[in-house]
């Protein structure tokens, strides 16, 4: 809808999914349908020099028999961007209000209900471009809320301990060859803030870190498109018993039109990541993706994606391997309305006991937009 340079644009998805194995169990593993309904309104404005974007919305679950995991999730979005030539400046702020299903790392299958917590982001960037080299940076912060909750058997489970602070800087050189290709180093620095100095366990978990990466952004053919980075990575704590993390890091994110039908796409990254478990620093994580999409009619695709992640709990013997594959199936009605239907499988291998799963979704949606 049309309001001036403004263009309106509301959207609805209501979605039924049924899981096998609802809090990730090792044994007992107890199925439910869980039905949402995520309503969500779109601005936009489109100026020679200027263009932004706003998104308000949420996600309301339902669980046919464990209602007491039902939950409201909600979230506000604002994004900007000045071009100026050579030159141009972005920026967003986002607020979400979201939820820890029972059963995650960091929430016992014991609670009582899903951990709340609020999640706001904002970043501000920009880039300017020389006739043989282009600059870029970025300044990136999160701020984590949880929740406090309760266990099943009346005990209170704090949640403080999981509330911080999220700074990132990240600075670019992007130095192009032809159209097509470009070669880019890149350093990014992080500083993770933790509300709770000492937490729970007697531990404090404020770290800072850094990621190097070279890497080159390329067009293998007109139909091969590849950004490939390697470098080195380090996170230091600031509690000695939890040593540092130093390693080497990857991303890659490949995309293959192999026919004008057909499309392959690769993705690997590998990473530090947060967690709370006991004893646990942090997560060295490799995850790698594939996934290939076909069109069978010009309304109707079908695809399938093949995922491994590997969590290794830095300062624990535990290891998480996670396996999981999936077919989707998309059908445009009209220009209006599209189904998806999805089937996927997960396993977990763990080398700690009681954290092996397996889980089987199937899942139906109808989503409506203008």
């Known amino acids: 809808m049309h309001l001036g340079r403004f263009v309106l644009a509301p959207e609805i998805t209501n979605r039924v999914t049924h899981d096998d194995n609802i809090f990730l169990s090792d044994d007992n593993a107890q199925s439910d349908v869980i039905t949402t ?22 996600e309301l679950g ?14 506000a979005k604002a994004a900007g961007s000045i071009d100026l030539g050579p030159s141009s400046v972005d920026g967003a702020i986002e607020w979400h209000r979201q939820h820890d299903p029972r059963g995650s790392n960091d929430v016992p299958t ?43 058997n009346g005990n209170a489970i704090r949640n403080d301990d999981r509330d911080r602070l999220e700074t990132r800087e990240t600075l670019r050189a992007v130095m ?27 531990r404090v978990r404020d770290s800072a870190g850094y990621q190097i990466y070279g890497g080159l952004r390329f067009d293998v053919t007109d139909l091969i498109r590849a950004d490939i980075a390697a470098g080195w990575m380090s996170q230091s704590y600031v509690d ?31 990473a530090v990541r947060e967690t709370t478990v006991q004893g646990a620093s942090g997560i060295l994580a ?12 010009r309304t109707l695709q079908i695809g399938a994606t093949a995922r491994y992640r ?19 199936l998309d059908y445009q009605l009209n220009r209006f309305a599209r189904i998806n239907s999805t089937v996927g499988h997960e396993i977990r291998q763990s080398t700690s006991n009681g954290e092996d799963y397996a889980r089987l979704q199937s899942q139906i949606s109808l989503k409506l937009e203008m």
């Open 240 to 270: 000695p018993a939890f040593g540092n993390i130093n390693d080497y890091t990857l991303r890659a994110d490949i995309d293959w039109s192999v026919t004008r039908l057909t499309s392959l796409s690769f993705t690997a990254a590998r």
């Open 286 to 297: 490799l995850e790698t993706g594939i996934g290939v999409t076909h069109e069978l009619l």
């Open 110 to 152: 014991g609670a009582r209900e899903p951990v709340i917590y609020r999640d706001v982001r904002a970043h501000i960037g920009g880039r300017y471009a020389t006739s043989s080299l282009q600059y870029e940076s970025r300044l990136s912060l999160r701020r984590l809320d949880f929740e406090d909750s309760t266990a099943i």
């Open 310 to 328: 590997n969590d290794a709990f830095q300062q624990t013997t535990r290891t998480d391997r996670v396996r999981s594959i999936g077919l989707d």
């Open 176 to 202: 192009p060859f032809d159209p097509g290709r470009e070669a880019y180093g890149e350093i990014t620095l992080n500083q993770r803030q933790y509300d709770r100095t000492p937490d729970d366990s007697g």
């Open 62 to 75: 339902f669980f046919a028999k464990s209602d007491q995991d039902n939950y409201q999730d909600a979230e």
């Open 37 to 58: 309904v995520a309503p969500r309104l779109h601005l936009s404005g489109d100026w020679p020099f200027f263009r932004m974007h706003m998104t308000i919305g949420g």
